[in-house]
């Protein structure tokens, strides 16, 4: 049962693996359209982290984007100011941003519910500040420009070029990578636990498990999925300014989840791929893209609590039930497994 | 944060409105990027990348001022596209080795520079006191102004930096007030220009001892009628001596058309598709690199005005400015009235530009 | 020539006093809301500038008298918090941990409000002057105060007295007290709760809407406005305690006397990072706020 579904597994990742690839090969021809890719590629790989601490944990983090941000101001001081190689100064700063944010997020991961949105938003706001006032490490809210896309050397390879769609490819298997690090973390023990503490944490408590440190753990995978991005984002566009990783990011990484279904893997990816895309393609529209995103999360919170691949699985399951008692009134009693 | 965010929208219209070219140059379109500063980073790279490789465009060219300057300034030199930025006041976009950016719009930093030498020109050894938003192109006009402030032989006073979204004035104007400095310059950001503005007038500082650095009508209109007699800096203005017939025409009818005057930000936008089909046409080819180094060895002059075009190595402009004083306002017809007082051109280098920001 | 101390004193004490009464009454808006119906409302930034511009909007493009402007927004706001509440926000009541919903559901308000700014009042002006309702200064000892802004100061203050105590002696007030305190133990004694609900979140839309007023008849304005004031009024609950009115006075005072003192002793900038940390320090020792009972 387990090989069978390792095996599954696998052919999972290697499809996934082939599409994006596939999807950075086919646009490359289009340089716009790959760079659409891309954008949803670093999300995909946001809203996986997001995922894991809101969708699986149930924290609603406002300061993503701080996080995001720290990796990537880190990273671009290291790699251009100190000439660090730029994949050797990713996972130091990812690590150092993600060290960050559990010290910042430490004692608010204490607080409860709305105390800890709250405070992640105060969090996020004052990082914000803090890249528009210590201009001596960011370049104050001009912010840093040009910034050169890395070489890379792979053996067997020689080296790469990473201008063309070798960097959306990067990109692609750095999303895959960080849907699997959730996937496993939730098949894994650690995963029955944290969904526990979503449910009902005074319960968990109880039952022995360690909610604070869990919560912890949790939020320093996440953060470091969004440090890794945040420095990929960084070299990828070329430019990085305190509004690049400014609230409205954070709020946009929710978003994504929400809409298309907080803890399940596929919901993500699915936000990702229809949300990211809207702002570019509707250029001309600009002027209505705040009111479009206004319109989307309250409709999201109000008609679809479940995001719209979560809305599909439900329906999925009332249909498959229906069936199922339709042909053996006894398999209703294995539902409430779910 | 944006400072600029209504006036950019507007500026893009204006840009719209100015294009005289018939609908492109040698049979290739114009197109203008329209951004604004709610607009995020990625989404103005995306918009750039858009023309460039959906397009392709021969020239980037966009009313911006926000960080997005920069970063489509970081894409137009790494994919080697021309970008000519008609309102933007960043020396950043100019620094030293830039190839393929162009800025109409003098720095920022020359702004607070030409105060100096205004202030020395009109009383020698005056004591200025300054007053500015803790904004970038606000710092950069302050880090101007404070260079050369002891090199023009005057005296600096107070000093203050308010934060962003600050509301209240009045305890630093005291503080200014209490200094008694000859003039006040006034750099706020939004509606608190207009806040620090009339909360100096309460004090009973005078109208001519307030400078600000620029000024645009809705800004002008903004500070009310009191302020009659105080000085602003342009780049054009409806009321300036040299106002060409071709400059008068484009008055009268962006004024028809928006119910107020024109000011600077309207005339550079007016500029920049005609700067654009010269060099075009000195190039004879729609090849980036050829349009690029006709633009380098462009001479012109503004038709509005008749002020000379001429870019330097790095691309930015030959600078110049005009101090303006107001002499007559009607806010609620939205009119108001100036005379030129002072008008000097300089090279962008005279002071360390790209030392002084970062 | 007058001590330019004293100057600088008495300027310090009329800008605490301006800015914290308005401060003070737009939390005092949203700490009601949230109190009552634990709705953390996310747009007061936005309410609190929608109102100044609907003002501008018919005192200069309508040409009504200043004075008329104001009252109409007053009473124009109840109908539109009336829909809100009807359309949106009762939907909520029952949903467990409805505080994390209200906050998504008005940031989503605030995104829609910012875009409907930009679009009309964005393109028309970038800055916005109520006309005064009083020309001229009253002098206070030797200081020039505006009479403008001396009336916003006695309207902030008198309203802020008015809340007070109608919250205290009235009837609604003291069942919004108790719906604050305890909403089971409520219900019980036969409040209508579901109206109490409805009258909190007219009383707080509108006191906030006040706010604004007040704050354009002292200030220009521009639309940067929500954001900053949107802050500052959350700040000033979560400090004060969520749901205190009397948090909600004293904070607001203090926070407007810091702004208006900082300048003066220390950097503005360092300001507005003490205000966050503020925040962030009440949140993590005491989230129920130094005023909670």
């Known amino acids: 049962m387990n090989r069978m579904r390792a095996s599954k597994d696998m052919w999972l990742w290697i499809s996934g693996a082939a599409l994006v690839i596939g999807l950075a090969l086919a646009t490359a021809g289009n340089r716009f359209a790959a760079f659409i890719i891309g954008i949803v590629f670093l999300n995909v790989l946001w809203t996986a982290g997001m995922n894991l601490l809101y969708g699986y944990t149930g924290l609603v983090s406002m300061m993503t984007a701080g996080v995001a941000g720290i990796g990537a101001y880190g990273t671009v001081k290291l790699f251009l100011d ?66 050169p896309r890395p070489g890379l050397w792979l053996p067997g390879f020689g080296a790469v070029d990473l201008t063309g769609p070798g960097f959306e490819i990067i990109l692609g298997l750095l999303a895959l990578a960080g849907v699997a690090v959730v996937y496993m973390i939730i098949r894994s023990r650690m995963g029955a636990f944290i969904i526990a503490i979503r449910e009902d944490d005074l ?15 949790v939020f320093f995978i996440s953060s470091l999925l969004m440090a890794v991005g945040g420095a990929f984002y960084a070299v990828y566009t070329g430019f990085i ?93 294995r539902m409430p497994a779910e | ?237 409806h009321d300036l001596d040299g106002v060409t017939a071709e400059g008068k025409k484009f008055i009268k009818d962006f004024a028809e058309k928006n119910g107020r005057p024109p000011s600077y930000i309207e005339n550079f936008c007016y500029t920049t598709p005609y700067v654009i089909k010269q060099a075009i046409e000195q190039a004879g080819t729609v090849d980036r690199a050829k349009f690029r180094d006709a633009l380098r060895a462009l001479q012109t002059k503004e038709t509005t005005s008749g002020v000379p075009i001429a870019f330097d190595k790095n691309g930015a402009r030959q600078e110049y400015i005009y101090y303006m004083q107001i002499t007559s306002m009607d806010v609620a017809k939205k009119e108001y009235s100036a005379k030129q007082v002072f008008y000097m051109e300089w090279s962008p280098e005279v002071i360390p530009v790209y030392d002084l920001v970062k | 020539m007058v001590d330019p101390n004293l100057l ?49 909007s018919l005192s200069t493009a309508m040409g009504w008298s200043p004075i008329l402007a104001v009252a109409a927004v007053l009473i124009a706001g109840l109908p539109f918090a009336y829909l809100l509440e009807r359309l949106l926000i009762r939907r909520f009541y029952d949903v467990p941990d409805r505080n994390i919903a209200y906050f998504v559901v008005t940031l989503g308000i605030t995104q829609i409000l910012s875009g409907v700014f930009s679009i009309t009042w964005g393109q028309w002006s970038d800055q916005y002057n109520i006309p005064p309702l009083a020309e001229g200064v009253v002098f206070i000892g030797p200081f020039p105060l505006p009479a403008n802004r001396l009336i916003a100061l006695v309207g902030a203050l008198a309203l802020l007295g008015a809340l007070f105590v109608g919250l ?92 208006a003192a900082v300048s003066v002793f220390a950097s503005p900038t360092a300001a507005t990072l003490s205000y966050l940390l503020a925040m962030l320090v009440i949140l993590l020792l005491r989230p129920s706020g130094l005023f909670a009972r």
């Open chain 3, 8 to 56: 600088i004193g008495l300027s310090m004490l009329t800008t605490g006093l301006v800015l914290g009464a308005i401060f003070a009454l737009t939390a005092a808006g949203v700490t009601i809301v949230y109190g009552c119906i634990w709705l953390p409302n996310a747009a007061s930034g936005q309410f609190f500038l929608l109102a100044p511009l609907v003002a501008w």
């Open chain 1, 203 to 217: 319960l968990a408590e109880e039952l022995g498990i360690d909610v604070t440190r869990y919560k912890v753990m």
């Open chain 2, 1 to 237: 944060m944006g400072v600029f965010g209504v006036e950019l929208r507007r500026r893009h219209e204006a840009c719209r409105g100015g294009d005289r070219c018939g609908g492109g140059v040698l049979g290739r379109p114009l197109r203008f990027l329209v951004i604004d500063n709610q607009t995020n980073p990625t989404q103005a790279l995306a918009a750039a990348r858009s023309f460039d490789a959906q397009d392709k465009v021969l020239v980037i060219s966009g009313p911006t001022s926000s960080d997005n300057a920069l970063a489509i300034y970081g894409y137009a030199e790494q994919n080697q596209v021309p970008f000519l930025v008609p309102v933007a006041a960043f020396p950043q976009l100019t620094k030293p080795g830039t190839q393929w950016t162009f800025r109409l719009e003098p720095a920022a930093v020359g702004w607070g520079y030409s105060i100096a030498k205004f202030v020395e020109q009109k009383k020698p050894g005056a004591k200025i006191a300054i007053m500015y938003s803790d904004f970038a192109l606000m710092r950069a006009i302050a880090a101007g102004l404070k260079y050369q402030i002891p090199r023009s032989n005057l005296t600096a006073g107070p000093e203050i930096v308010f934060p962003q979204g600050s509301s209240d004035a009045t305890i630093q104007a005291t503080q200014v007030r209490a200094a008694s400095p000859d003039y006040v310059v006034v750099i706020g950001a939004g509606a608190f220009d207009n806040t620090i503005t009339n909360q100096l007038l309460d004090l009973g500082v005078k109208p001519d001892q307030i400078i600000h650095p620029f000024g645009f009508t809705t800004n002008i209109l903004g500070w009310g009628a009191r302020s009659v007699g105080s000085y602003f800096g342009t780049f054009f203005d």
């Open chain 3, 168 to 259: 205290r002696y009235h009837r609604f007030g003291r069942a919004l007290r108790a719906v604050f305190q305890n909403r089971e133990a409520a219900a019980l004694r036969g409040v209508d709760v579901q109206r109490i609900y409805l009258g909190a979140f007219l009383l707080g839309t509108s006191v906030i809407f006040a706010g604004g007023l007040l704050y354009a008849m002292a200030y220009s304005f521009d639309l940067s406005v929500a954001w900053s004031m949107g802050i500052t009024a959350f700040a000033i609950m979560i400090v004060g305690g969520p749901g205190s009115v009397l948090g909600a006075l004293v904070v607001g005072m203090l926070f407007g006397f810091v702004q």
């Open chain 1, 82 to 147: 100190y000439g660090w190689s730029f994949w050797f100064a990713v996972p130091v700063s990812a690590v150092g941003a993600a060290a960050v944010g559990v010290i910042l997020g430490l004692p608010a991961l204490r607080l409860r519910g709305f105390y800890f949105v709250l405070s992640s938003l105060v969090i996020q706001v004052a990082l914000t500040l803090v890249f528009i006032y210590f201009p001596q490490f960011t370049n104050g809210d001009t912010g840093i420009t040009q910034i």
């Open chain 1, 241 to 333: 300014s305190p509004r690049s990783f400014d609230v409205l990011m954070s709020m946009n990484i929710w978003l994504m989840v929400a809409f298309g279904g907080r803890g399940t893997i596929a919901g993500p990816i699915i936000g990702s791929a229809i949300l990211v895309p809207i702002p570019f393609l509707l250029q001309e529209l600009y002027q209505i893209k705040d009111i479009f995103y206004g319109s989307l999360i309250i409709l999201v919170t109000v008609a679809m609590p479940a995001g719209v691949y979560g809305t599909i699985l439900k329906w999925w399951r009332v249909r498959r039930q229906k069936q199922n008692t339709a042909v053996a009134p006894v398999a209703i009693k």
